[in-house]
Every structure is written in C-alpha cells, then in structure tokens.
T-cell receptor, first 112, second 116 residues
Framework: AQSVAQPEDQVNVAEGNPLTVKCTYS??????LFWYVQYPNRGLQFLLK??????LVKGSYGFEAEFNKSQTSFHLKKPSALVSDSALYFC??????????FGTGTRLTVIP | GAGVSQSPRYKVAKRGQDVALRCDPI?????LFWYQQALGQGPEFLTY????????KSGLPSDRFFAERPEGSVSTLKIQRTQQEDSAVYLC??????????????FGSGTQLSVL
C-alpha cells in the first residue's frame, strides 16, 4: 500500500533563513514524487516532481527537493525563505496508476 | 480563463438533498480527476476520467456518489442524499496526458460543500 507522511503540521521560519518541509513515503516499486502548494482560496499548484534521474530536483519559486531512496524521503527545501512562501504544502506519491496519494500537509509560516 | 474552473465555489445543502458540482478542465486536457479534501487533511482520490471514459472510480466512498464527463470536457460530480460526513472541499484536476501517476496536475479552486 502507498502512503505519504508529513511529520510536521506546522513549520515556522524567519524570513531569509533556509527552510525544510519534510516528507517520507512508502510505496512498492519506483515512486513518482511531487510537491504541491496551496494558497488560501486557491487550488493546489504544482511545485516540482521527481520521476527518475538526478536526485536533486529544482522547481518553481526557487524550491528544490532531494530524493533519498535509502531514507524514503523527499524533503522540500529553499535556501532563503520569503514571507510570500507562507502557505500549505503537500507531498504526494504516484505509482504509475491514475491517482496520487497526498500527505496531510504542512503549514509553512515565514516570519518577517 | 486558462485554468480549471469549478462551480459553485460554496454549496450548503440540507441533509438528504442531492447536489451537483461542476468542473471545467483546461481545454484539450485528456485526463480529469476528482479529489475530496476533508478539513485538515490532504486530498483523497475519488475518480478518474480519460476523455469521456471513467477508468477508475475506486475512490468513490459510496453509491451515492456519481461522476460523469459525457463529452470528454466538462465533468459533474453528483452526490445523492447528502450526509454530514460528505462535508468537504471537492477538488477537480486535469492533465494534458492520460493518467500514469507521473504527470503534472492542474487543480481548480474547489467547491466547499457543507451539509447541515
């Protein structure tokens, strides 16, 4: 069975500091891994995905994520946080079937 | 507009009422997905269409839930005899290619359903 865990409900970081939002997964076979961001009253927006190849994936708005197969993790990172990065972040895993399995989300607050 | 459009944005229903939620995907997108997002949770898969064909409805929680996409574009999610546990945000997403679990999805803003 597939599952995604986001162990932190809330992450607070000061503006300008690096940020990390954690995600671990469990899936049989090779995973497809995604990060989506949800702003208030907006739909989920795609940030980045890992399918195969380079373990470090770069995405929108300066975000990146590192696929770590041995730790079954796909943490989202950004070197310098902006106040506008404050939002709800979802990690998701696809398995080659039609649907994605989403984590429960992590609310990121960047403090000015 | 260029994005996925969902209507209504908010829907309040009395328990036992039927509701219909509409999704206009991005023009030309082959795949259409419905997800249910309960408060404080991540989206959960309901059903998937490839063009007009409903290829996967494994996530529909009961036979009160029905979805259709008769012409391969607009889709409607219908919930009959609504119950309080149906209260959630219903998200529609589309993608350019057929669903293989590795493509980028474009999401609408969702319909927030409240069943009283």
């Amino acid at each position: 069975a597939q599952s995604v865990a986001q162990p932190e409900d809330q992450v607070n970081v000061a503006e300008g500091n690096p940020l990390t939002v954690k995600c671990t997964y469990s899936v049989s076979g090779n995973p497809y891994l995604f990060w989506y961001v949800q702003y208030p009253n907006r739909g989920l927006q795609f940030l980045l995905k890992y399918i195969t190849g380079d373990n470090l994936v770069k995405g929108s708005y300066g975000f990146e994520a590192e696929f770590n197969k041995s730790q079954t993790s796909f943490h989202l990172k950004k070197p310098s946080a902006l106040v506008s990065d404050s939002a709800l972040y979802f990690c998701a895993v696809g398995t080659g079937a039609n649907n994605l399995f989403f984590g429960t989300g992590t609310r990121l607050t960047v403090i000015p | 507009g260029a994005g996925v459009s969902q209507s209504p944005r908010y829907k309040v229903a009395k328990r036992g009422q039927d509701v219909a939620l509409r999704c206009d995907p991005i023009s030309g997108h082959v795949s259409l997905f419905w997800y249910q997002q309960a408060l404080g949770q991540g989206p959960e898969f309901l059903t998937y269409f490839q063009n007009e064909a409903q290829l996967d409805k494994s996530g529909l929680p009961s036979d009160r839930f029905f979805a259709e996409r008769p012409e391969g574009s607009v889709s409607t999610l219908k919930i009959q005899r609504t119950q309080q546990e149906d209260s959630a945000v219903y998200l529609c997403a589309s993608s350019l290619v057929r669903g293989r679990g590795n493509e980028k999805l474009f999401f609408g803003s969702g319909t927030q359903l409240s069943v009283l």
